[in-house]
């Protein structure tokens, strides 16, 4: 199969923090661009949400559940 060269431009600190979470995942800034697209083709949409007031992230204090002791 053969491949194309994609240039982008980003941030010189969205990139590192980019690439150091990429490789704790196990995978390349390329691999993961790669993950992005064929999960946007498979969706045939973006794989999130893209809108202009997301949602506040849900927390979750497991400090206070009650595990049936």
């Known amino acids: 199969m053969a491949n194309s060269n994609v240039t982008i431009r980003i941030d010189d600190e969205l990139k590192k923090q980019a690439d150091e979470m990429f490789d704790e995942l ?29 949602r506040k992230p849900r927390t979750y204090d497991y400090g206070t559940e009650n595990l049936g002791d």
């Open 26 to 54: 196990g995978m390349s800034f390329t691999t993961a661009v790669n993950v992005f697209v064929k999960q946007a083709l498979r969706e045939g949409a973006l794989p999130f949400d893209v809108t202009l007031h997301p």
